[in-house]
């Protein structure tokens, strides 16, 4: 079993339900999954870089992603219909916890002048949402392989449809928030 999920069942549920006052299990928030979206908008001059975002999201996740592809054409941004442009992969279950345990305790400290993540990130309805700036801050990427670095977006959907208990969820899990001024 994942050591967070062991955590959140032990230690984060009763804290949870004292700090909220509810006494339903179920009407406590907890993380349905995580996903992480790669765009690669350089994909448009090289196809190569598709194929590279694929095997870093697959280094990084933990399991294959799917291929993004345009929806319409922008001539402006000279990108036509059905143009691979992005990777995205979801993680439910173990792999979840395994990933929100490596990333609290091994990437987040690791990002250069790292000061904390904002709370001003999460959506109104309790999900949570932050970048990060280069894939080569997951200690999993080789950095010999690495051609190009690109950034990604990760979004935890939290159950329940409030920003203040997700944000205590959060917190009791470990996630380094920006201290307010």
């Known amino acids: ?3 967070l999920l062991e955590k959140y069942r032990k230690e984060i549920v009763p804290k949870l339900k004292e700090k909220l ?3 339903n ?19 448009i001059e090289n196809k190569n870089r598709i194929e590279h975002a694929v095997r870093d999201m697959e280094v990084i996740a933990g399991q294959k992603p799917i291929v993004t592809r345009s929806r319409k054409a ?3 941004f000279k990108l036509r219909e059905d143009l691979a442009i992005g990777v ?3 993680l439910r279950g173990t792999r979840m916890y395994e990933f929100l345990d490596r990333l609290i ?4 400290p690791r990002i250069k002048d790292f000061r904390g993540l904002p709370k001003k990130s999460f959506d109104g309805r309790g999900n949570y949402s932050f970048g990060i700036h280069e894939q080569i801050t997951f200690p999993e990427i080789n950095l010999e392989n690495v051609e190009f670095t690109q950034g990604m977006d990760v979004t935890l959907t939290i159950s329940g449809n409030d920003d203040a208990a997700s944000a205590e969820l959060l917190t009791l899990f470990g996630f380094p928030f920006r201290q307010q001024k």
């Open 74 to 76: 922008v001539a402006g």
């Open 25 to 43: 299990v179920l009407a406590i928030p907890r993380v349905a999954k995580i996903t992480l979206n790669m765009g690669v908008g350089a994909a």
């Open 105 to 108: 305790a091994v990437v987040l």
């Open 88 to 90: 995205k992969v979801t």
């Open 21 to 23: 006052g509810v006494d």
């Open 1 to 3: 079993m994942a050591r």
